[in-house]
């Protein structure tokens, strides 16, 4: 059956794929509440948490919690056969266990408890080894430390403390001491400074060489970079503040050096040929490092292998680009055959290919014209490759591919998001799931064949069917991006349940519109996806699309921002809203929109720049201007405020801030060390100035994800209530 909302969209669109969110009318009764949401876990998805495939491919070892924290290690053979590797509290404590890893050979686990945040991607923990045969308990440090890494032959940990690099040799029992210039704000050996661990995705900053011999690792001399502070608050007579590193568009960065230590002698040796920045470092053998060196307008990239006893470098291979190059894992060193696989935009769009350094020549696997998402496994004894791409742009689909080039296959068939990742030697972990349906968790073999299915998420299926749900759809909208030729844009819609079409509806947008991301994708949505699932309850269409500068549909879609960021993202969705405000659904003078970080300086930037389309916006964590946030994000796509201030100027809501109109909701965190609350301050303080009336909505402490006990819930009842009145 035709749905009244597909009835009324064909004469201006047409369907990409259609799915129901509803489950038959006799279940639909219930209404959801952010309370579902945020407090008693009703749409709770389960993982499969601490899972690690056992060398034999045989079985899989995973962390259970309850009264004790389990390590289990369960039988792939469908017998269903477990049996418990560790079980207990962290050791001469009562903390549970966090999480844990195994050494190579088995037969030592790693423990981790208590775990401290520090940034996105670093935590700091107390760690034990816990020796299989013996039973035996080692402490790794007397205090929290981070990073704690198994060597490859198992008999060392490596960590970082104070800015300090150590091992700990577990036969012997003794710590060695690598560096001993760490400091804070001044030096750091072994973990990222922020700009690098937010920005190019990484914290841990050393690497053991396969044979355990050596550790190659970065230096940030980071004394010249400005601090950043804030103001943190208790019940204290007098507040705190906390001082970091923060290089802000336009700043020197840290001073970044790789160095190699000889385990054997204590020697180290400093890799020559220093950049601005050092994205990645990798061992292609024991005897080659590789070292990714890029300049400050990140479009060079070269590949530098670097001998680790000497230093002395080699470049490989040289990347450029005239907007700028992407940095990610998709890399796999054959060690011995001068062979590399790796994922360029070379040809338009983020193709796999087989590079031999030693004769130049690339052979392209993937289809053209399509972009690959990641590199799985690369095998080398059968001599293929798996990879993810997506051929619908919307979608993920699993591959093999031959070294050659040939016997092209692809290995998952239905239409939805596959993630995988390798499992052993013969088998492959998928979370497998489509914009209604909650991930599955299973194994799949070589040839894309279900093995076992770990988790099937039941119960959230469950507690979906018992909610009345509006209708999801994935579709082309009819309008043209304003930096290309392309004359759709992906997007997704909720409809109220009761959906009628002769009767009009407002309209929330959420986007995230950042370079290279995306929100409009055949999987599953998580938190946000319920909460715009109540507002549809509540009577209104939710709309999202992927503009200008997104990912997944060629390098000229992404790059076409480049020097104009906000430019171009902000005239589609303004021409979304403008779509949607001609539709006869539609109430047209009730459109708004709402978004967080990248997000929140979209929503902000539309309602500032087409108040006569939007009504209201909420702007969640925004930037408000780009000379302000971080060099590594905001260069690569600006360059510096020296080089393009037109382009920092002429996108910046602050300067826009004249305009606003309607009604306009800013959120922030007043501890958010990533996009700071100066970023909320400046503009409140120029929305003063030009007289406007705008409420705000500040949280003490909280970072850039605002969360911590009931926050959430309160932000989200907030953004509820400023909704349900002003649109």
């Not at 210039?181 to 914290?203: L, M, Q, R």
């Amino acid at each position: 059956m035709v749905s009244s909302l597909q009835r009324a969209f064909r004469p201006f669109l047409f369907t990409l794929c259609v799915f129901s969110a509803a489950a038959p009318s006799h279940a639909q009764s219930g209404n959801i509440t952010l309370e579902d949401i945020w407090q008693k876990g009703t749409f709770r998805a389960k993982s499969v948490p601490g899972f690690n495939a056992t060398r034999d491919g045989k079985r899989y070892t995973s962390l259970q919690q309850d009264s004790l924290t389990r390590i289990l290690v369960t039988d792939l053979d469908g017998s269903g056969n477990t049996k418990t590797l560790w079980s207990g509290k962290f050791p001469g404590t009562l903390k549970p266990v966090e999480d844990f890893a195994l050494s190579a050979d088995e037969g030592r686990i790693l423990l981790l408890s208590e775990g401290t945040p520090i940034y996105r991607r670093s935590a700091s923990y107390r760690a034990s080894v816990y020796d299989v045969a013996t039973g035996k308990e080692i402490f790794i440090d007397s205090g929290k430390v981070l990073h704690a890494t198994f060597s490859p032959d198992g008999q060392k940990v490596a960590f970082v403390r104070d800015n300090n690099l150590y091992y700990r040799n577990l036969i012997s029992g003794k710590t060695t001491a690598i560096t001993n210039d760490g400091k804070w704000n001044h030096v750091i050996n072994g973990n990222c400074d922020w700009v690098y661990e937010e920005e190019f995705e990484f914290s841990r900053a050393f690497q053991w060489s396969p044979d355990s011999r050596y550790i190659a690792y970065y230096r940030f001399d980071e004394s010249q970079v400005p601090e950043f502070s804030f103001t943190t608050y208790d019940t204290s007579a007098y507040t705190s503040e906390y001082r970091y590193k923060y290089p802000k568009a336009g700043a020197p960065n840290s001073v970044v050096t790789i160095h190699v230590y000889d385990l054997q002698d204590g020697q180290k040796a400093t890799v020559a040929g220093a950049e601005e920045y050092t994205p990645r470092i990798e061992w292609v053998s024991p005897t080659q490092l590789c070292v990714l060196r890029m300049n400050r307008h990140q479009n060079q990239l070269d590949y530098l292998l670097a001998n680790p006893k000497t230093g002395a470098t080699e470049n490989i291979l040289t990347e450029t680009d005239q907007a700028y190059v992407e940095v990610d894992d998709n890399r796999h060193f054959v060690s011995g055959k001068n062979l590399l696989f790796y994922t360029t935009e070379r040809e338009g769009f983020n193709g796999l290919y087989a590079y031999d350094w030693k004769s130049k020549k690339h052979t392209r696997l993937s289809p053209q014209g399509v972009d690959v998402d990641k590199i799985v496994r690369v095998d080398e004894g059968a001599q293929k490759v798996y990879f993810i791409a997506a051929p619908q742009t919307v979608d993920r689909q699993f591959y093999e591919v031959g070294w050659n080039g040939k016997g092209l296959k692809q290995l998952t068939r239905e239409a939805g998001s596959h993630d995988i990742t390798p499992a052993g030697n013969n088998l492959f972990l998928e979370r497998f799931s489509t914009i209604t349906t909650p991930p599955v968790f299973r194994f799949l073999d070589k040839s894309g064949r279900v093995v076992r299915t770990l988790e099937d998420n039941a119960g959230l299926q469950r507690a979906l069917a018992s909610k009345k749900l509006g209708a999801v759809k994935l579709v082309k909208l009819p309008v043209t991006p304003a930096a290309g030729k392309t004359t759709y844009l992906n997007a997704w819609i909720i409809t109220p349940p009761d959906f009628d079409s002769t009767r009009k509806y407002p309209v929330l947008m959420h986007q995230y519109s950042g370079p290279g991301s995306q929100k409009v994708l055949d999987a599953f949505m998580g938190t946000d996806y319920y909460w715009h699932q109540m507002l549809a309850q509540k009577g209104y269409i939710i709309v999202c699309a992927d503009g200008t500068g997104t990912g997944f549909r060629g390098s000229d879609f992404k790059k076409a921002t480049y020097l104009q960021l906000g430019r171009y993202e902000s005239d589609d969705q303004i021409a979304v809203a403008r779509y949607f405000a001609r539709q006869p659904y539609v109430d047209s003078a009730r459109v708004g929109i709402w978004g967080w970080s990248f997000g929140g300086f979209m929503s902000s930037t539309c309602i500032f720049k087409a108040p006569d389309v939007f009504k209201t916006a909420i702007a969640v964590a925004p930037v408000t201007n780009w000379r302000f946030y971080d060099n590594i994000y905001t260069e690569r796509f600006m360059r510096t405020p020296e080089e393009n201030p037109r382009g920092y100027e002429e996108n910046a809501p602050l300067n826009m801030a004249k305009n606003l109109r309607g009604n306009f909701l800013m959120i922030h965190g007043t501890a958010d060390d990533n996009v700071h609350f100066q970023n909320a301050v400046v503009l409140t303080d120029e929305l003063i100035r030009q007289n406007k009336d705008f409420e705000s909505e500040y949280y003490p402490n909280r970072n850039h994800g605002i969360y911590g006990g009931v926050t959430r819930l309160q932000l989200y009842r907030r953004m509820t209530d400023f909704i349900l009145k002003n649109l």
